[in-house]
């Protein structure tokens, strides 16, 4: 089964490099955005399988995306992108987010969060 992702995060740098992280671990980026507000149209336009999601982000934000995309699905996978500051996961913790993945970070740590965290099933070549 091909997982379907959405991406979203501001830095046009971090998104190429995420949705190609995503791409080696055979999951397909069905959509991206810049913004909570791109995110929100993207999500019910391609219905994904998986978020990931950036906090802070210009014109709506990560947590405006996350409360948004919670009230369309509750269930579905979200991780949140985090640049470093603390105090921004605090409050979107109420929306049940699924888990937190802090920048800088390496392969091998999404490809634990896919598989331990997230509990996926990733095709290997």
């Not at 949705?19 to 810049?34: H, M, P, Q, S, Y």
């Not at 906090?55 to 948004?68: K, S, V, W």
């Amino acid at each position: 089964m091909t997982i379907r992702a959405l991406v979203v995060d501001d830095d046009q740098n971090v998104l190429n490099t995420f949705v190609d992280l995503l791409e080696i671990c055979k999951i397909n980026v069905a959509g991206t955005a810049k913004n909570g507000k791109e995110a929100i149209e993207q999500f019910k336009k391609i219905n994904p399988d998986l978020v990931f999601l950036d906090i802070m982000m210009p014109e709506f934000d990560g947590r405006y995306a996350l409360r948004e995309i919670r009230t369309v699905h509750q269930d579905i996978p979200v991780v949140m992108i985090s640049g470093g500051d603390d105090d921004a996961i605090d409050p979107l913790l109420e929306f049940n987010p699924s888990a937190v993945l802090h920048k800088p970070f390496r392969m091998s740590t999404l490809l634990e969060l896919l598989k331990n965290e997230l509990k996926l099933e990733l095709d290997s070549d």
